[in-house]
């Protein structure tokens, strides 16, 4: 007998997959791409299908978050059908479509210097003025920018600025972001991977538009 938490997860997806009208449904042969994705779209990666639940976006301003720079980054937080999980994916559109996934999230005591010191928020902006890298699991990210933005989730907004790393490779991404509250700041650092955006199948384009 499956557990209570089992049951509800299949009950969610398959309420999902119900609500989804043959109408809705993209029509074969469309060029849609995660940038055309509305709230309650269905899209495909790598076997496993996805159904946006949220979309909110970043826009880039001055260091002082005072001046918009008309820039933007849209976050989708994804549900998985396939997994019952939370996924998030980014896209951008900066000469070409820009897409990546977020993998695991992670806290200050993950991260050390190449001399295997403990970093923590006091030492970021240091890292960046230095563009010096950290360690996250024997793995060396090395910097590769900083920025500000505000945030906005419906009505909502929030003040926020990244620390971006990469590694040696370019295939995974380190974000630390710094979330500036009323209190204390927030931060979470996370780590990404970037999706070819032609791997991804639109089934629908859902409604709300970001």
């Known amino acids: 007998m499956l557990d ?36 309650g779209a269905f899209f495909e990666l790598d076997n496993q299908t996805y159904v946006v639940r949220e979309i909110s976006r970043y826009e880039e301003t001055s ?86 933005a505000v945030y906005q989730r419906g009505s909502k907004t929030e003040k926020v600025y990244f620390y971006e790393f990469e590694n040696q490779s370019h295939t995974r991404f380190l974000t630390i972001e710094e979330w500036q509250g009323s209190s204390r700041d927030e931060y979470r650092i996370y780590t990404s991977v970037p999706v070819n955006p032609a791997q991804i199948r639109m089934v629908s384009k859902g409604g709300r538009q970001p």
């Open 4 to 39: 209570t938490a089992t049951r509800q997860s299949f009950q969610q997806r398959f309420s999902l997959i119900r609500g989804l009208e043959k109408e809705d449904l993209a029509p074969a042969g469309n060029t849609f791409t995660l940038q055309d994705a509305g709230e």
């Open 63 to 148: 260091e002082d978050f005072k001046t918009p720079q008309g820039y933007y980054i849209y976050e989708l937080t994804c549900f998985n059908l396939d997994t019952g999980e939370t996924t998030h994916f980014e896209w951008e559109y900066d000469d070409e479509l820009e897409i990546a996934m977020t993998l695991e999230r992670f806290s200050f005591r993950h991260l050390t210097d190449d001399a295997g010191e403990a970093v923590d928020e006091d030492d970021l902006d240091q890292i960046a003025e230095d563009k010096d890298s950290v360690v996250l699991k024997n793995e060396t990210f090395w910097y590769e920018d900083d920025w500000a």
